[in-house]
Structure formats: C-alpha cells, structure tokens
C-alpha cells in the first residue's frame, strides 16, 4: 500500500464547477503539501498543511490530521486550472524528504 | 523568494555517458534535494543534502550518483553512467521556513 493515496486519479470538470480532490496517507506527518504541475512539468507549491485549513484566491486546502486526510477544493473552476494536483507529506520519522502520491489529473472543460 | 534555476531544461545523452544537472538556488540556505519522476510515474525522493553534506538517500540513489555544491551556489546531481531506467524528469528543490518547498523548473533527462 501507497503512504500517500490520492482520488481520483482523473477528473474532468465543467467550468465554474467546485472540485475536489482527496489525499490520505498512512504515516504521522509534520507537513502535508499541495502542489501543482502543469504539462511542461515544473511543479509549484500551492499549500503547506500542518493543521487546518488555508485559503488562496479559489484554492481552499484541508487536513484532518486524527482521520489522515487532507482535501484540496478549487472554487469557480476555470481551464487554466487543468494540470495535475499532488499530495505530498513530510513523515515525522523520515527526516525532512517528501513522499509523493500519484497525482489527480484535473482537466477542466470550457 | 526567488526561483529555483535549473539547466539545461532539457538533455539528451548516450547509455553510459556522464551527466551533470545543475541547479541554482541563489541562497543561502541550507537544505536542498533531488528529486526525480520518470514518465507516467509519481515524484521519488533521491537525495538531501544539508549544510555541503548528504544527509539523506533513498535507495535509488546508488553509487552511480553523486551531489556536490561546488561553488556555494550552484548544486549539481552527476549520473556517472547513465542507463535507459535514468530517463526522468529531475527536480531540485530547496527548503523554505520551516517545513516549505520551493522546486526548481526540472531538467528532463532522455537517456538513449
């Protein structure tokens, strides 16, 4: 079994609809992170998560750290949101190295 | 905070042949990473390296590679015999505050 598990996989969206994407991981973690990566493949941070939850612009990031659950929601969806949404944690025994999910595909449609 | 440069954004190079990837992360901090993701696949931690040492590696990162911040800025992941299982996208990265990320633009590396 996979540390990190994302669902879906693949997610094909209207514009203007509200997603979500979700991330459970198996392991105590002392950082949780969202991140983005767009088809020529660079990858940028959008959330780090330790508690709670944050807020940017249309992007809301969650974590329920007793149930080892984060969600990502996109509000108002929008084409340029198409790209592909990772979850990674910071294990709390596995010094400070990422472990990666496998990513959720998000196409959104105009 | 300033981007994470890495070059060349793109190589090709024969099965066998030495590759130098380079980073720079205009800093001064202290804890970088490499990271990489073959084609289709999920990102995999290769090595930390903190304060000009290895501080971490992951099972991938075998005697065939070696990191070294020559210069104080610069960071370099050097394959010494690149096989075709090596073709990836390679990431540096750097920390920032205390648990963040910052990820440089990748290099993808096609062995053939």
Redesign the interface.
């Known amino acids: 079994k996979n540390e990190v598990e994302q669902s879906p996989q693949n997610l094909t969206a209207q514009e203007g609809e509200f997603i979500t994407i979700n991330c459970s991981y198996s392991v105590g973690i002392?950082?949780l992170?969202w991140?983005q990566q767009h088809p020529g493949?660079?990858?940028?941070?959008l959330f780090?998560l330790?508690s709670g939850k944050k807020k940017h612009g249309r992007l809301i990031a969650t974590i329920n750290i007793q149930e080892k659950h984060s969600s990502l929601h996109i509000t108002a969806s929008h084409p340029r949101d198409s790209a592909v949404y990772?979850c990674?944690v910071?294990s709390e025994t596995?010094?400070?190295?990422?472990?990666?999910?496998?990513?959720t595909q998000l196409t959104v449609n105009p | 905070e300033p981007e994470v440069t890495q070059t060349p954004s793109h190589q090709v190079t024969q099965m066998g042949q030495e590759v130098i990837l380079r980073c720079v992360p205009i800093s001064n901090h202290l804890y970088f990473y490499w990271y990489r993701q073959i084609l289709g696949q999920k990102v995999e931690f290769l090595v930390s390296f903190y304060n000009n040492e290895i501080s971490e590696k992951s099972e991938i990162f075998d005697d065939q590679f070696s990191v070294e911040r020559p210069d104080g800025s610069n960071f370099t992941l050097k394959i010494r015999s690149t096989k075709l299982e090596d073709s990836a996208m390679y990431f540096c990265a750097r920390q920032t505050g205390h648990y963040g990320y910052t990820f440089g633009s990748g290099t993808r590396l096609t062995v053939v």
Do not use: D, N, P, Q
Not at chain 1, 94 to 103: D, H, I, V, W, Y
């Open positions: 002392s950082a992170h991140l493949g660079g990858i940028v941070s780090m330790s990772i990674a910071r596995s010094g400070s190295r990422l472990t990666f999910g496998e990513g």
